[in-house]
């Protein structure tokens, strides 16, 4: 903060000076010297300035002491600064959530496809790098965005062998979630490239809150094809049903925690998912 003055306010007077030396004795003629040639390179200094130089405020004074425009300016280049930081520190976190979705992405094309060959310690390893990123889930209320929609492949689970992660029988497939919260619906497809098996898991879907979804299990459809070979329906008293918790997403990427409606968050199964709209598909054509 600045203040300006006129040097003149600053000259001691000869009496001034005199009355100092009398008060201190002469082992403060030292100091009241230098003062004088301070005030003088002051002078010197307003000559060249038309009579003004400016000062720091000492503490005590406020902001509403100075001229409005050396208030605006600094207000103005306070809030630029603030915003320059923030846009530091939001350019870092993207930086940093990039590093850390690269690794964890590296380390699951070791485990292709769907993470089936983890052992018990691969799955630690990826358990720890999901952790890391789901520190910088960039998503407020997950459950909730517009991210949500679209098609989905499933890059690692480390759910046991099944259809859901890939396993049927003695073939191997791909895995895909169309998901359509507009009209509360989510399909669960696998597609195995020979023999030609498509199967496709249909569930209704409701928001329970920022972070999760209840998935109700509806009926599994089953191809070989393009040809319907059966349809089997779940049954609806108790219904099946499931909780995804989202524990990040963004453009990319999403992470889901699964569990059966009622357990502990310990039972939960980890899904890891790559939007993948090329390669968008209907079941049965």
Not at 69 to 90: F, I, Y
Not at 183 to 207: C, M, T, Y
């Amino acid at each position: 903060a600045i203040i300006r003055t006129s040097p003149s306010c600053l000259r001691l007077t000869a009496q001034q000076r005199k009355q100092q030396v009398t008060c201190c004795g002469p082992r403060h003629q030292r100091p009241i010297q230098r003062l004088t040639a301070l005030n003088r390179r002051r002078q010197e200094h307003a000559h060249h300035n038309n009579g003004i130089y400016s000062l720091t405020i000492p503490h005590g004074h406020h902001q509403q002491d100075l001229p409005p425009r050396q208030v605006s300016a600094q207000a103005s280049t306070s809030t630029a600064s603030s915003e320059t930081s923030n846009d530091d520190v939001a350019d870092d976190m993207a930086a940093l959530r990039s590093k850390k979705k690269a690794a964890l992405v590296r380390e699951l094309e070791k485990y292709a496809p769907n993470g089936l060959s983890a052992t018990p310690e691969d799955q630690k390893i990826v358990e720890g790098l999901v952790v890391d990123l789901e520190g910088t889930n960039p998503t407020d209320a997950p459950a909730k965005s517009e991210l949500m929609a679209g098609f989905w492949k499933m890059l690692y689970t480390d759910m046991e062998p099944a259809p859901s992660s890939g396993k049927l029988g003695p073939f191997i497939g791909d895995v895909y979630q169309d998901l359509r919260p507009e009209d509360s619906r989510i399909v669960n497809v696998l597609k195995v490239g020979f023999p030609p098996i498509r199967g496709g898991l249909r569930a209704d879907q409701e928001i329970l809150d920022d972070d999760s979804w209840r998935i109700t299990f509806d009926d599994l459809q089953q191809y070989l094809g393009v040809f319907k070979v059966q349809t089997k329906e779940f049954p609806r008293d108790p219904p099946l049903v499931r909780v995804w918790k989202m524990t990040y997403l963004d453009e990319e990427l999403r992470v889901v925690r699964a569990k059966v409606e009622g357990d502990s968050d310990e039972n939960s199964f980890l899904f890891i998912l790559r939007r993948c709209e090329e390669e968008r598909f209907v079941l049965g054509k």
